[in-house]
């Protein structure tokens, strides 16, 4: 038998071979090792506690008449705070650097799709020219001398490539591991955006709260100016002593000390203002001006189901997708256990001389089926399965934790909520006797039949219930918001929006080539 006739037996055992492990392996990736996910047990909700409460009402899905608000600061029926959140939402910088994440896992998602494919690949070529020293004598031969050759040049060019087979389904666990990280940074895009717009809300109300503290300040001083005006006249008539005029000059500049704080508060949040909105301070004077009223809630809010939080706060969808992550770098761990195989395998051209590489008979190739076992490591896989695990637990139990702090915070900001409200009522009917007692205070000092030490208890009366009434009303529109920021309202405005603003994805299309990542809804063929 010829060389060659022996020859093909053997590439026709080697195909089949081969051709056998590969169905072989597709057979056994058909279930990749390691956990599949499934959603961890979590306390069930049926109703609130305050669902009884006149301000709050409960319905049955986010269809209904009494489902949470999507864009709850409109309630507030305020064109400013519209303004504010709007501008937030397009300028906000922390608000970019989670959307810039989640640009981030869509391009690492396209690398974990490239991993079920041929992992190296390489094509290249080379041109070699030797001379071998001229100090070499001819070839003797027995009949003849044959001289030597000094120079010689070789050429080859080719391709190579290499393709772990994800026989374990460590690739498939990556590109789940990569799927859901990518669902989880939206998430954490929804929980930023959430968490801004119950951030810009609650700064205007306390700006708003400040500014009508500081009407009330400057009302009070005007009225204690009075009274202090009214002390030195009686004295310098001889109607009254010393004292009642040095009183009334400390309490006047008590009360003008609170100006300087409540200005400087008031500066400070419209600074922690600025940044949500991702603008120069200077510019807050012009988008709030030097006035105005804490916006009004509404008699009641629509609270929902709580079973509908688990879905709608993004939060709680963040930390089930942590949790289902971690779940497939366990599988990703396992599959380390058992060996791996390798396919490579290279074609090319190769001949002594660069006129014959493009011929018919310079074709070379090399086909190789190799397994690797890191037998020898088991006790470092294996630990590592274990830390893996380990991770997976805790972000479970993370998970049931951020369902209960949900829970609680909702019903905490309901029972806030409700109870301001009612304080609001007390504070207005003590504002009204307190301004009324004051004015008669006056009077009857004036009179002369009653001391000064009854004006300066009903005006102390008078500004501490002014005071607590703001603070009351404040308290009510702040808490009202802590429940729609609580309930994981606000986050559905970004739906069918872009995570970065246009000129920011310009830049990033400009500087280099995204393809169609950039959009919201990027093809399969992108991430490959």
Same mark, same amino acid.
Request: net charge neutral; hydrophobic share 40%; proline share 4%.
């Given at each position: 038998?010829?060389?060659?006739?022996?020859?093909?037996?053997?590439?026709?055992?080697?195909?089949?071979?081969?051709?056998?492990?590969?169905?072989?392996?597709?057979?056994?990736?058909?279930?990749?090792?390691?956990?599949?996910?499934?959603?961890?047990?979590?306390?069930?909700?049926? =109703?609130?506690?305050?669902?009884?409460?006149?301000?709050?009402?409960?319905?049955?899905?986010?269809?209904?008449?009494?489902?949470?608000?999507?864009?709850?600061?409109?309630?507030?029926? @305020?064109?400013?705070?519209?303004?504010?959140?709007?501008?937030?939402?397009?300028?906000? #910088?922390?608000?970019?650097?989670?959307?810039?994440?989640?640009?981030?896992?869509?391009?690492?998602?396209?690398?974990?799709?490239?991993?079920?494919?041929?992992?190296?690949?390489?094509?290249?070529?080379?041109?070699?020219?030797?001379?071998?020293? @001229?100090?070499?004598?001819?070839?003797?031969?027995?009949?003849?001398?044959?001289? #030597?050759?000094?120079?010689?040049?070789?050429?080859?060019?080719?391709?190579?490539?290499?393709?772990?087979?994800?026989?374990?389904?460590?690739?498939?666990?990556?590109?789940?591991?990569?799927?859901?990280?990518?669902?989880?940074?939206?998430?954490?895009?929804? @929980?930023?955006?959430?968490?801004?717009?119950?951030?810009?809300?609650? #700064?205007?109300?306390?700006?708003?709260?400040?500014?009508?503290?500081?009407?009330?300040?400057?009302?009070?001083?005007?009225?204690?100016?009075?009274?202090?005006?009214?002390?030195?006249?009686?004295?310098?008539?001889?109607?009254?002593?010393?004292?009642?005029?040095?009183?009334?000059?400390?309490?006047?500049?008590?009360?003008?000390? +609170?100006?300087?704080?409540?200005?400087?508060?008031?500066?400070?949040?419209?600074?922690?203002?600025?940044?949500?909105?991702?603008? $120069?301070?200077?510019?807050?004077?012009?988008?709030?001006?030097?006035?105005?009223?804490?916006?009004?809630?509404?008699? &009641?809010?629509?609270?929902?189901? $709580?079973?509908?939080?688990?879905?709608?706060?993004?939060?709680?969808?963040?930390?089930?997708?942590?949790?289902?992550?971690?779940?497939?770098?366990?599988?990703?761990?396992?599959?380390?256990?058992?060996?791996?195989?390798?396919?490579?395998?290279?074609?090319? #051209?190769?001949?002594?001389?660069?006129?014959?590489?493009?011929?018919?008979?310079?074709?070379?190739?090399?086909?190789?089926?190799?397994?690797? /076992? &890191?037998?020898?490591?088991?006790?470092?896989?294996?630990?590592?399965?274990?830390?893996? @695990?380990?991770?997976?637990?805790?972000?479970?139990? &993370?998970?049931?934790?951020?369902?209960?702090?949900?829970?609680?915070?909702?019903?905490?900001?309901?029972?806030?909520?409700?109870?301001?409200?009612?304080?609001?009522?007390?504070?207005?009917?003590?504002?009204?006797?307190?301004?009324?007692?004051?004015?008669?205070?006056?009077? =009857?000092?004036?009179?002369?039949?009653?001391?000064?030490?009854?004006?300066?208890?009903?005006?102390?009366?008078?500004?501490?219930?002014?005071?607590?009434?703001?603070?009351?009303?404040?308290?009510?529109?702040?808490? +009202?918001?802590?429940?729609?920021?609580?309930?994981?309202?606000? /986050?559905?405005?970004?739906?069918?929006?872009?995570?970065?603003?246009?000129?920011?994805?310009?830049?990033?299309?400009?500087?280099?080539?995204?393809?169609?990542?950039?959009?919201?809804?990027?093809?399969?063929?992108?991430? &490959?």
């Amino acid at each position: 038998m010829t060389g060659a006739t022996a020859a093909r037996p053997k590439k026709r055992y080697f195909r089949a071979g081969l051709g056998g492990a590969l169905c072989l392996a597709f057979m056994v990736a058909c279930a990749p090792v390691g956990p599949d996910f499934v959603r961890p047990n979590s306390p069930v909700v049926k =109703q609130w506690i305050e669902v009884n409460s006149p301000s709050v009402s409960q319905g049955s899905g986010l269809t209904s008449r009494s489902a949470p608000v999507v864009k709850w600061w409109e309630t507030f029926n @305020d064109p400013t705070l519209n303004k504010l959140v709007a501008e937030a939402y397009a300028q906000n #910088l922390s608000l970019q650097v989670a959307g810039a994440r989640v640009l981030q896992a869509r391009a690492q998602l396209g690398i974990a799709f490239g991993e079920l494919y041929p992992q190296s690949q390489a094509v290249g070529g080379s041109l070699q020219r030797r001379q071998i020293s @001229d100090n070499l004598g001819p070839i003797a031969d027995i009949n003849r001398i044959i001289p #030597l050759d000094t120079e010689f040049s070789t050429s080859q060019v080719g391709f190579d490539a290499q393709w772990e087979l994800d026989v374990w389904g460590a690739q498939r666990r990556g590109v789940q591991a990569a799927r859901s990280n990518l669902a989880l940074q939206v998430a954490n895009y929804d @929980d930023a955006l959430v968490t801004l717009t119950g951030d810009v809300a609650a #700064l205007y109300i306390n700006i708003r709260a400040l500014q009508e503290s500081l009407a009330v300040a400057r009302e009070n001083i005007q009225l204690q100016q009075a009274s202090t005006d009214l002390t030195e006249l009686r004295f310098n008539n001889g109607v009254t002593t010393e004292l009642d005029v040095q009183e009334s000059t400390a309490f006047l500049n008590n009360t003008q000390a +609170l100006v300087p704080t409540l200005e400087s508060d008031l500066q400070q949040a419209k600074n922690a203002l600025a940044v949500l909105l991702g603008a $120069p301070p200077s510019r807050m004077t012009s988008l709030l001006g030097n006035s105005g009223r804490i916006p009004s809630a509404r008699a &009641n809010v629509a609270v929902g189901v $709580p079973a509908e939080l688990l879905r709608r706060r993004p939060d709680v969808r963040a930390a089930e997708l942590a949790a289902a992550t971690q779940s497939a770098q366990v599988g990703i761990a396992m599959a380390d256990l058992y060996p791996q195989f390798i396919l490579s395998g290279s074609v090319g #051209l190769q001949a002594s001389g660069g006129r014959d590489l493009f011929s018919s008979n310079s074709t070379t190739g090399l086909a190789n089926a190799g397994v690797v /076992w &890191n037998v020898l490591n088991y006790g470092r896989i294996k630990n590592n399965v274990r830390a893996q @695990d380990a991770a997976y637990q805790a972000l479970i139990a &993370n998970y049931q934790n951020t369902v209960l702090t949900a829970y609680s915070e909702v019903e905490s900001a309901m029972v806030a909520y409700a109870q301001a409200r009612k304080q609001v009522g007390f504070y207005q009917n003590s504002v009204t006797a307190s301004r009324k007692a004051a004015e008669i205070a006056v009077s =009857q000092y004036r009179d002369g039949i009653a001391s000064y030490s009854r004006i300066l208890n009903t005006q102390t009366a008078l500004l501490r219930s002014q005071a607590n009434l703001i603070e009351a009303r404040q308290q009510v529109s702040s808490n +009202l918001v802590a429940v729609y920021k609580g309930l994981g309202g606000g /986050w559905q405005i970004r739906q069918n929006q872009e995570f970065l603003p246009q000129t920011v994805l310009a830049e990033m299309a400009y500087r280099t080539d995204w393809g169609d990542l950039l959009e919201k809804s990027p093809t399969r063929a992108s991430l &490959n």
